[in-house]
């Protein structure tokens, strides 16, 4: 079986994003995968065990199993409060604040 894999270069000071067709299913340890934070609020365990098992294979060096402190995720707040172990890993916090629906869409949220 043929899959389509999307994939991060780095690419001229900036990233490519280019498709790559392999055979069989992905594997996490075929690609550079590092600097990420991993949770589950459904199973808080998970994202140790992930990194338990790939970590060993040089993949996610330097990734992270933490809870990312997200503001208010039961309501879709997903701004970091501050202290969130997300810093750790390099990543930096956007303006998501004109991100989304339009008010005037149909859906959305009033």
């Known amino acids: 079986m043929t899959k389509r894999i999307p994939s991060s270069v780095p690419e001229a000071g900036g990233w490519l994003i280019q498709l790559l ?14 600097n990420n934070l991993y949770f589950c609020h459904a199973d808080p365990a998970w ?23 997200l503001v208010n995720f039961e309501n879709g707040d997903l701004r970091l409060k501050p202290g969130s172990p997300d810093g750790k890993t390099g990543f930096e916090a956007i303006d998501i604040s004109h991100f989304g629906l339009r ?3 149909p859906y959305h949220r009033r």
Do not use: C, I, M, Y
Not at 52 to 63: A, C, D, I, K, W
């Open 21 to 34: 067709e392999v055979g069989g299913e992905p594997r996490l340890r075929d690609w550079l995968a590092d």
């Open 47 to 69: 994202g140790r065990g992930h990194l338990e098992q790939e970590q060993p294979f040089g993949v996610e060096t330097h990734s992270l199993a933490a809870d990312p402190k």
């Open 103 to 105: 008010p005037e869409h």
